[in-house]
């Protein structure tokens, strides 16, 4: 077997971490946890970046591995984890499917990104083309999460780690979107996050509660 | 094959069969350091099988051949497993003649027996052991045969002697899909053995017992060989660990110097697999019975992801 440089290995190495990641927020159950992983996902991902960085030598990628840690390993969780203070929401409610199954369907997502990633994979000619299934895979694991949480917090929280999988997918094909875009992206998501931090208060004072099976109620009657 | 090959091959089948109580009597030692405690000594194993020895066996009226035939099966079955893993050296008589599937199936036949026998007196207890070794069993086999073939699959091969020895030829490199592989293993070793997060083998508490209650209707030398399989089991399960992540320095010829610095480093490698199996069962707590599948699924995961991995990533 041939033996790859280091820095591959390593960014190997944080691929399969994240992969991990994802399953780790797919079973998790209490949110504050949920948001630590998160965190920790960033971090794993500016470490990433900031590697590629090094190797292509991109000044650009040193800018989006500086963004990814200031932004989605100390900004956003700060917010959430004030935001589930002031709700006081730490617990999601049992999972729409059990854990060993949501477990079951990851693992069949898994072989369908991978499955998915392949003809990308061929065509890509980036050092790090392999990752490229791994960024499918986290993208729909997180998609997964979202499917399977009734509480809008957790949602969120699955819609942040997609966000996180779209930008390692770009990193790997491509080494970065431009500039421009990724700046966009990250205000885009940003302002989400702060849009959203108002509107769970408005579910919650609507509602009483932040479950989303209650907007249903919001369908008009026949 | 010449005789000097069976000669090794027997001294390291009595060796592994000496070992496992001493390595057994390390682990408690070090989980009673860990837990402040002054530590029973090492050869307390050995004296316990020892007064066994020494006692009339007690047997029930029901009782079929089965449940006398059971211990030396097991026993049997563990020394056979003890035989196939490459310990010392790779290329020995046995460690050839089957692979790492036919050594799982090994550990199955023991399992089988031992439930078996358990069943045989027909008393609450053995059934509820036997059941609660049966659920373990079938959910730890697959994951260990998983861990299994994310190795075929890197080394093109299932025998564990080869597997040690093309890990051991390799350069080191980070290795995300073996990282996993070995978390994975080690969740199989504690939940198989039947060691704290899924069973505590210290107590008789009898609403979380596994491995206790299939044994509670043996006495004498039936307790002893069956106590002696569960050391041997433990020890094998270190030493195919040990064959497949940490190889190295394993012999691959049959010097008598090589042979020598092999058995060092092997017993340097159990008496740190020994500490870190203390530590474990020192910094986690017992699990519900009923938590133990959600234990074993995590172990799978594991596995497949190491599986998955190294498709994917070719790492």
Known sequence: MHALPWDLQLQNTLAALLLLLSFAMLSQRRIVALVDLLALQGALLGIATLLLAWRTGSRHLYFSAALTLGLKVIFLPWLLHRLIRRLGVYWDTEPLLNIAGTMLVGVLVVIFAFGLAQPISALASTATRNSIGIAVAVILIAF???????????????????????????MSATYGMPMIVELGVALDVLVAMLVLGVFFFQIREQFDSLDLKHFESLKEDQ | MNVFDWIVQLAGIALAVAAAPVFVGWVNQCRAWLQNKSAPSLLLPYRGIRKLFHKDAVIADNASRLFRLAPYVVFGAMVSAAA???????????TQAADAIALVGLLATARLFLSLAAMDVGTAFGTLGARREMMIGFLAEPALLVVIFVFSLQFSTTALPMIAERLSAQAFAL????????????????????????????THLELTMIHEALLLEYSARHLALMEWAAALKLFNYACIGIAVFIPWGIATSHEPLELAVSALLLGVKLLAAGLGLALIETVSAKLRVFRAPEFLATAFLFAVLGLLVRLLLGA
């Open chain 2, 175 to 202: 290795n995300p899909s073996l990282a996993f592989t070995a978390v994975a293993f080690t969740m199989i070793l504690l939940a198989e053995n039947a060691r704290i997060p899924v069973d505590n083998p210290a």
């Open chain 1, 144 to 170: 997964l999460t979202m499917i399977t949480r009734r509480k809008a917090m957790s949602q969120v929280v699955g819609f942040l780690s997609m966000e996180n999988g779209l930008f390692f997918g770009a």
């Open chain 2, 84 to 94: 196939v893993i490459p310990t010392i050296a790779t290329r020995m008589p046995f």
